[in-house]
């Protein structure tokens, strides 16, 4: 997949695609229903074109964050489902100024040359959201590119979308996120140099920042573990804490893996990990025995059910 951040000049081999445009947060069955309608619409490679920063982190950069997925995290996910060209728009005051004319005109067909565009039935574009998916068929009828509306997409009779798949992370439930998501919960980024106390309480864990990123559930999870790069390149078993670590009074949330029979330095790497199963919350204990016990239940449960 070939990931364009500057698309002022585009080669004429990155033009011309069927693209599907939107945020892609979590890249959920909506979003991927829509991928499908994209890449059967024209005869013509499959793109996405998304923003960076997310418009909602441009207008509300104060607001907690909310974010599914980082861009890097959304690139593996759209390069899995055979997006052939990724266009990062950067979101910046003079986008956001665009009428829904302008973008329609300026963007998509003089900048990006698509032949064909798919969006959900609530997209919104342009200045104030003023554009509608209805003014988006008319631009393109007008200026020379299809337009598909894909309706919405629901899972187990509830309509799918970024906003429900939060609440279902933040009340511990990973496996009805997934059933909206089509696929686990992932969070992805470069391990960090953490204390290293769980090396010298026998559990070495991988530490990761959640910096940016809709946090779930404060506790313990079973997760399945993707170093993405590196020497020990593959994919693993783990148990995870996510959360601010009371034992230790550290209050930055964090995500700590432990990688279950793993030998070998992950500093620097970059790590996909799957929330499969939420265990139980955050605790702080009274010793360390008794975290150590607690951590070796934690890793037979997690264990059994990946198993």
Same mark, same amino acid.
């Given at each position: 997949? /070939? ?49 960076? $920063? ?6 509300? $950069? ?5 974010? @599914? ?16 060209? #990724? ?18 005109? !300026?963007? @998509?067909?003089? /900048? #990006? ?24 068929? =008319?631009?393109?009828? =007008? ?5 598909? %509306? ?45 204390? +290293? ?17 809709? +946090? $779930? ?26 959360? %601010? ?6 209050? /930055? ?26 265990? /139980? $919350? !955050? ?10 016990? +607690? ?8 264990? !059994?059910?990946?198993?």
């Amino acid at each position: 997949m /070939r990931i364009h951040r500057d698309t002022t000049f585009l080669a004429d081999k990155d033009r011309g695609a069927t693209a599907a445009i939107g945020n892609f947060d979590g890249v959920h069955l909506g979003h991927q229903a829509i991928l499908k309608i994209a890449a059967d619409a024209a005869d013509a490679p499959l793109g996405v074109v998304t923003f960076e $920063p997310h418009p909602r982190e441009y207008f509300f $950069p104060d607001a907690p964050a909310f974010r @599914l997925m980082n861009s890097e995290a959304k690139a593996h996910r759209l390069e899995s489902l055979g997006v052939a060209h #990724l266009y990062e728009l950067g979101f910046n005051a003079r986008l956001a100024e665009l009428t829904p004319r302008a973008f329609a005109g !300026e963007v @998509l067909r003089d /900048r #990006l040359g698509l032949v064909h565009v798919t969006i959900g039935a609530d997209f919104r574009f342009g200045k104030d959201r003023e554009g509608t998916a209805e003014m988006l068929t =008319e631009f393109g009828s =007008e200026m020379g590119f299809g337009v598909t %509306v894909a309706d919405l997409v629901a899972a187990s009779g509830t309509e799918v979308s970024s906003t429900r798949i939060r609440e279902a992370l933040s009340e511990g439930r990973p496996e009805d996120a997934a059933q909206m998501l089509g696929h686990l919960h992932r969070i992805e980024g470069p391990v960090e140099r953490g204390d +290293q106390r769980g090396r010298d309480l026998g559990y070495p864990t991988a530490n990761m920042s959640l910096d940016g990123l809709h +946090q $779930p559930k404060f506790g313990v999870y079973a997760v399945r573990v993707r170093v993405q790069d590196g020497d020990h390149k593959g994919d693993y078993d783990g148990v995870a804490s996510l959360g %601010v670590r009371p034992m230790f009074g550290v209050n /930055r949330p964090n995500l700590e893996t432990h990688v279950f029979d793993f030998k070998g330095d992950l500093y620097g790497a970059h790590l996909s990990v799957a929330l499969v199963a939420y265990l /139980r $919350p !955050e605790e702080k204990f009274d010793s360390l025995d008794a975290l150590i016990r +607690q951590m070796d239940a934690d890793s037979a449960r997690a264990r !059994e059910i990946l198993g």
